[in-house]
Nanobody, 112 residues
Framework: QVQLVESGGGLVQPGGSLRLTCAAS????????MGWYRQAPGKQRELVAH???????NYGDSVRGRFTISRDNAKNTVYLQMSSLKPEDTAVYYCKTDHGYWGQGTQVTVSS
């Protein structure tokens, strides 16, 4: 059983930054790929960023160059550093393990 807890969301002005954190419980964290996804109202959930067990990364087209995913295996934690935020980044952000466990989500709102 794996539990994921996201934190770090909130309200930020356009152009601002936030760092999301996903803390994982359970074993074998370091061997699992992890992803950040988001879902805006009325839209499908989409991949934001993914990091493999050996820290290879890939990003959705809309966030590439602005967001950075990283992991700390010693802390069983994955991060999403978000910069140059835009109103269209407003969504609930979820982390997910490659074997299908989801967190509860954290709201990010970008607005002036």
């Amino acid at each position: 059983q794996v539990q994921l807890v996201e934190s770090g969301g909130g309200l930020v002005q356009p152009g601002g930054s936030l760092r999301l954190t996903c803390a994982a419980s359970g074993s074998s964290f370091s061997t699992r790929g992890m992803g950040w996804y988001r879902q805006a109202p009325g839209k499908q959930r989409e991949l934001v960023a993914h990091i493999t067990s050996v820290s290879s990364t890939n990003y959705g087209d809309s966030v590439r160059g602005r967001f950075t995913i990283s992991r700390d295996n010693a802390k069983n934690t994955v991060y999403l550093q978000m910069s140059s935020l835009k109103p269209e980044d407003t969504a609930v952000y979820y982390c997910k393990t490659d074997h299908g466990y989801w967190g509860q989500g954290t709201q990010v709102t970008v607005s002036s």
